[in-house]
């Protein structure tokens, strides 16, 4: 009986061990337009902030209205020459199923009238039915399209914006690497 006392206290002892190695990390900071706050149990108190910094980094760099260097915004630009990479090309082909499922009613090309209201990446103007009416012939998810995986193509010269989406598939991508490298409780806001 001792001996069975023995093993059982040893593998009690184990598992505590190995939880504490576990230690709760949280990384902070601002990224899209809001605050940000990571956390997660890491075995040997591995830090992964500047990772998840640079996954912020990578995605205002691709789906980001309020940045001018960032892809969408340089098609919102004007600039169609640009090869897109894989987290817009994602997030555009999310809208677009969401915006067909809906029939329309959740379009990536609001760009113009969501600035108008003053919630975009331009300031509030003056709105009255006129000014919507004009600005709805800008909105249409259904005249833009991808050309392979790969390259845009908007010959409207519509803006797109894809803040609906573009936090939430955040979320995911930072999930995925925390999940990559172990972790199998976290928290991402």
């Known amino acids: 009986m001792n001996r069975l006392w023995i093993v059982f206290i040893g593998i009690l002892a184990s598992c505590a061990s190995q939880q504490q190695n576990e230690v709760l990390v949280q990384n902070v900071g601002f990224a899209q337009g809001s605050t940000y706050n990571v956390l997660y149990m890491s075995p040997n108190a591995t830090d992964y902030q500047l990772e998840v910094d640079s996954i912020f980094a990578e995605m205002d760099s691709s789906l980001s209205t309020y940045e001018d260097y960032s892809l969408i915004s340089k098609l919102n630009q004007g600039d169609t020459t640009i ?104 928290l991402v806001e």
């Not at 108008?116 to 919507?132: M, N, R, V």
């Not at 259904?142 to 989406?165: E, T, W, Y």
């Not at 995925?176 to 976290?186: E, V």
């Open 83 to 186: 090869f897109l990479d894989e987290h817009f090309v994602k997030v555009f082909n999310a809208f677009k199923s969401v915006a067909d499922s809906t029939q329309g009613k959740f379009d990536c090309t609001l760009a113009p009238i969501v600035n108008a209201w003053g919630f975009g990446f331009t300031e509030k103007t003056k709105i009255d039915s006129l000014t919507i009416l004009s600005l709805l012939k800008k909105v249409g998810y259904k005249k833009i399209s991808m050309k392979g995986d790969s390259l845009l193509h908007n010959p409207s010269l519509l803006q797109l914006d894809f803040n609906a989406l573009a936090q939430g598939y955040t979320v995911d991508v930072i999930a995925a690497f925390l999940t990559d490298r172990g972790m199998r409780n976290y």
